[in-house]
């Protein structure tokens, strides 16, 4: 073994050394196989050839244009930016609340509950569409804003129970305890003492609440209304029926969106740590 | 309303609103009545958007209009129904080795390498996995499509002269499924990979051990619980996908969402939906519960 160890040692180009760059440049292929797909619709949004071409042989805005002045993809992206601003808010407030009662109260049957809590990241969510739509004809519920909130605030409540109760776990209840035992109340404690150590996870849980609820697919699908329809909806549709590059234009939207949402929790995390 | 309010106005009332809803017990616990107050908006919400529909929707599917269980013999004597769940399992199966093959060596390299390439690592994990499945269902659309990205490379740089059917077919179900669901395979592994102490490989290998035997009898058994917790997470997706097959798949490929969707939507059959919806719940609960524990120690997505 020795001997192996001085061979290698004398040699300036170890084999070790030619394993790792192949190492390397296979993860780097693994990489560009995750992220390519995600990152060509950007470049054939730009395309000026009425179908779809890669690398496109001109550039225009003219995609752009045409999504921008049809009422249809507008009319479907303000309904998905309203259905996800209003999820963000209320599944970050009613999964704060429950993280804080999970994590801090004396419940029973608390695994039980988080079990619930989670199942709709477990369940699949062609259940749940196919449910909820079953559900929702009869109430005329379909292809409606209340029926769209309570559905994306249940698909996405989970991610922010997740990301506060990893807040307040990390955070001292002796903190709390202490404002508490000098006088203030309960709700001040938690606005004025708790609230501010567990915003980053706020933060984290209600950014991933608008980016899912935003991006939700399945359930969009099966209760979109002809009037009330998400951007995913009207994407679905024309995806199967019309394969122009406004569609490029929509997923770059969609994409630009994610990455931009993406970079304000990891702002809010360094803002946190520093 | 402080508790210094109600307690000028009403001392008795206020000793026993304080024990009930104020009051920290040695733990720092919240009382259990405070704790049961906050955690109703949450159980309220999911029985009416959850429980309550999925479990109308399995109970319908016992009655047609009476009680009868002929929408689950259908499943079992039509040899249709019974392909299309082995199929489901298959491509299922396949996609979970794809991403475990694939996603291992990302992950390994997103814990070892540090600074500045986790980062980017990071990333180029993490812009997919919060993109819409629609849009990268579509992408993958753009590259397998007759006319698409790939035909035209193959054919400009002559490797072939005629396009290849790419698209509609299993392989492309499995290479977009596989792509999609990457990151949740990843995600986990890498967190278990990021706890193992530097020290431990580096014992293994001063006393002798080579990069192989390192990895094979150290890192990967520690790494483990998050291999579990990946494959079954990705497995589990697998199974109720319905946006990646339903647009990069053709009849050939039908899965079990997809079935489920027609059945409800075109067939209008919702008992019968409804049956097959339980039988791909029953199977996604039972490998929940036999490795719940594995899945707890992810914490689900908790880790992303």
């Given at each position: 073994?020795s001997?192996?160890?001085?061979?290698?040692?004398?040699?300036?180009?170890?084999?070790?050394?030619?394993?790792?760059i192949?190492?390397?440049l296979?993860?780097a292929?693994?990489?560009f196989?995750?992220?390519?797909?995600?990152?060509?619709?950007?470049?054939?949004?730009?395309?000026?050839a009425p179908?779809?071409?890669?690398?496109?042989s001109?550039?225009?805005?003219?995609w752009y244009?045409?999504?921008f002045s049809?009422?249809d993809?507008i009319?479907?992206?303000?309904?998905?930016?309203?259905?996800?601003?209003f999820?963000?808010?209320s599944?970050?407030?009613?999964?704060?609340?429950?993280?804080?009662?999970l994590v801090?109260?004396?419940l029973?049957?608390k695994?039980?509950?988080?079990g619930?809590?989670?199942?709709?990241l477990?369940?699949?969510?062609?259940?749940?569409?196919?449910?909820?739509?079953?559900?929702?004809?009869?109430?005329?519920?379909?292809?409606?804003?209340?029926?769209f909130?309570?559905a994306?605030?249940?698909?996405?409540?989970?991610y922010?129970?997740?990301?506060v109760?990893?807040?307040l776990?990390?955070?001292d209840?002796?903190l709390e305890m202490?404002a508490l035992?000098?006088?203030a109340?309960?709700g001040r404690?938690f606005?004025e003492i708790?609230?501010?150590?567990?915003?980053p996870?706020v933060?984290?849980?209600?950014?991933?609440?608008?980016?899912?609820?935003f991006?939700?697919a399945t359930?969009?699908f099966?209760?979109?209304?002809i009037?009330?329809?998400?951007?995913?909806?009207?994407l679905?549709?024309?995806?199967?029926f019309n394969?122009?590059p406004?569609?490029?234009v929509?997923?770059?939207?969609?994409?630009?969106?994610?990455i931009l949402?993406?970079?304000?929790?990891?702002?809010s995390e360094?803002?946190?740590?520093? | 309303?402080?508790?210094?309010?109600?307690?000028r106005a009403?001392?008795t009332t206020a000793t026993?609103?304080?024990r009930l809803?104020?009051v920290t017990?040695?733990?720092g616990?919240?009382?259990?009545i405070l704790?049961?107050m906050?955690i109703l908006p949450l159980l309220?919400?999911?029985?009416f958007?959850?429980?309550?529909p999925?479990?109308?929707m399995l109970?319908g599917?016992?009655?047609?209009?009476?009680?009868?269980?002929?929408?689950?013999?259908?499943i079992?004597?039509?040899?249709l129904?019974?392909?299309?769940?082995?199929?489901?399992?298959?491509?299922?199966?396949?996609?979970?080795v794809?991403?475990?093959v694939l996603?291992y060596?990302?992950?390994?390299a997103m814990?070892?390498a540090?600074?500045?390439i986790?980062?980017?690592?990071?990333?180029?994990?993490l812009?997919?996995?919060?993109?819409?499945v629609?849009?990268?269902?579509?992408?993958?659309?753009?590259?397998l499509?007759?006319r698409g990205?790939?035909?035209?490379?193959?054919?400009?740089t002559?490797?072939?002269?005629h396009?290849l059917k790419l698209?509609?077919?299993e392989?492309?179900?499995?290479?977009?499924?596989?792509h999609?669901?990457?990151?949740?395979m990843?995600?986990?592994i890498?967190?278990s990979l990021?706890t193992i102490?530097?020290?431990?490989p580096?014992?293994?290998?001063?006393?002798g051990?080579?990069?192989?035997?390192?990895?094979l009898?150290v890192?990967?058994?520690?790494?483990?619980p998050?291999v579990f917790?990946?494959?079954?997470m990705?497995f589990?997706?697998?199974?109720?996908?319905?946006v990646t097959?339903a647009l990069?798949?053709?009849?050939q490929?039908?899965?079990?969402?997809?079935l489920?969707?027609?059945?409800?939507?075109?067939?209008?059959?919702w008992?019968?939906?409804?049956?097959l919806?339980?039988?791909l719940?029953?199977?996604?609960?039972?490998?929940?519960?036999?490795?719940r524990?594995?899945?707890?120690?992810s914490?689900?997505f908790?880790?992303v």
């Amino acid at each position: 073994m020795s001997e192996t160890i001085a061979l290698s040692q004398a040699r300036p180009f170890r084999p070790l050394a030619l394993g790792k760059i192949a190492a390397g440049l296979f993860v780097a292929l693994i990489l560009f196989f995750l992220i390519l797909p995600t990152l060509i619709v950007i470049p054939i949004s730009f395309g000026s050839a009425p179908y779809i071409e890669f690398p496109p042989s001109g550039l225009t805005l003219h995609w752009y244009v045409e999504y921008f002045s049809d009422p249809d993809w507008i009319a479907a992206t303000l309904f998905s930016l309203r259905i996800a601003f209003f999820t963000t808010i209320s599944a970050t407030i009613i999964g704060t609340l429950a993280a804080v009662a999970l994590v801090r109260g004396g419940l029973p049957g608390k695994s039980f509950i988080l079990g619930l809590a989670l199942s709709p990241l477990i369940v699949p969510h062609i259940i749940i569409a196919i449910a909820l739509y079953l559900f929702f004809a009869p109430l005329g519920l379909t292809g409606n804003f209340f029926g769209f909130l309570l559905a994306h605030t249940m698909l996405t409540v989970p991610y922010v129970v997740v990301a506060v109760s990893a807040s307040l776990q990390r955070f001292d209840p002796i903190l709390e305890m202490a404002a508490l035992s000098c006088g203030a109340g309960r709700g001040r404690t938690f606005f004025e003492i708790v609230l501010p150590q567990i915003t980053p996870g706020v933060i984290t849980g209600a950014v991933f609440a608008f980016i899912s609820s935003f991006d939700e697919a399945t359930v969009a699908f099966f209760i979109s209304g002809i009037g009330g329809k998400t951007i995913t909806k009207k994407l679905f549709e024309d995806i199967d029926f019309n394969l122009t590059p406004v569609i490029a234009v929509v997923s770059t939207i969609i994409v630009a969106i994610t990455i931009l949402l993406m970079g304000t929790i990891r702002l809010s995390e360094n803002r946190a740590n520093s | 309303m402080t508790s210094l309010e109600i307690g000028r106005a009403n001392p008795t009332t206020a000793t026993r609103f304080t024990r009930l809803f104020l009051v920290t017990g040695a733990s720092g616990r919240y009382p259990p009545i405070l704790a049961a107050m906050l955690i109703l908006p949450l159980l309220l919400l999911l029985f009416f958007s959850f429980l309550y529909p999925v479990g109308r929707m399995l109970v319908g599917s016992l009655f047609d209009p009476g009680f009868t269980v002929d929408n689950y013999v259908r499943i079992f004597i039509e040899p249709l129904y019974l392909k299309v769940l082995l199929r489901t399992l298959w491509i299922a199966f396949a996609t979970t080795v794809g991403a475990f093959v694939l996603g291992y060596p990302v992950a390994y390299a997103m814990a070892r390498a540090g600074g500045k390439i986790t980062l980017w690592i990071a990333v180029c994990v993490l812009v997919p996995l919060w993109t819409s499945v629609l849009v990268r269902s579509y992408a993958w659309i753009i590259l397998l499509q007759r006319r698409g990205v790939l035909n035209d490379i193959l054919i400009g740089t002559g490797v072939l002269n005629h396009p290849l059917k790419l698209i509609y077919t299993e392989g492309a179900v499995l290479l977009a499924m596989t792509h999609v669901l990457m990151p949740i395979m990843i995600l986990p592994i890498y967190s278990s990979l990021r706890t193992i102490p530097k020290e431990l490989p580096q014992a293994a290998a001063n006393l002798g051990a080579g990069v192989f035997t390192t990895f094979l009898k150290v890192t990967l058994p520690l790494s483990l619980p998050g291999v579990f917790a990946g494959t079954l997470m990705t497995f589990i997706l697998a199974l109720g996908f319905y946006v990646t097959p339903a647009l990069v798949g053709g009849p050939q490929t039908l899965m079990m969402a997809t079935l489920i969707g027609q059945q409800t939507m075109v067939l209008l059959n919702w008992p019968f939906a409804g049956a097959l919806a339980m039988l791909l719940l029953t199977v996604t609960l039972v490998l929940t519960f036999m490795f719940r524990r594995f899945l707890a120690s992810s914490g689900g997505f908790g880790n992303v």
